[in-house]
């Protein structure tokens, strides 16, 4: 069974959706990401999708991650736009 969500934070809705997942008796096969915003996890020693392939053993991809999103924009946004994500990125980031 594949989970597939919008966004990671700290993990928890995956989480939840494992434990949701394995009480019926099935097996998670993986973590597809619309947005990897590459926040610090629980433990804050790794990003939250880090801890969720060593917590569970599977992989988590992302269609795109911050760091990639931030580089398309970098020519695009206004740099009003382009120094609040960077200011997320340096409060919230792995």
Same mark, same amino acid.
């Given at each position: 069974m594949?989970?597939?969500?919008d966004v990671i934070t700290a993990g928890t809705a995956i989480r939840e959706?494992?434990?949701?997942?394995?009480?019926?008796? /099935?097996?998670p096969a993986g973590v597809l990401l619309a947005l990897d915003r590459q926040e +610090?996890?629980?433990s804050?020693?790794? *990003?939250?999708?880090?801890?969720?392939?060593?917590?569970f053993g599977i992989p988590?991809? /992302?269609?795109?991650s911050l760091d990639e999103l931030v580089q398309y924009l970098r020519d +695009?946004?206004?740099p009003a736009e382009l *120094?609040?994500?960077?200011?997320?990125?340096e409060r919230y980031g792995a």
């Open positions: 594949l989970i597939v969500d959706s494992v434990d949701i997942i394995t009480a019926a008796g /099935a097996a +610090r996890g629980n804050g020693a790794h *990003s939250a999708v880090e801890e969720i392939r060593r917590q988590v991809l /992302a269609v795109i +695009r946004a206004s *120094s609040s994500m960077l200011a997320y990125r």
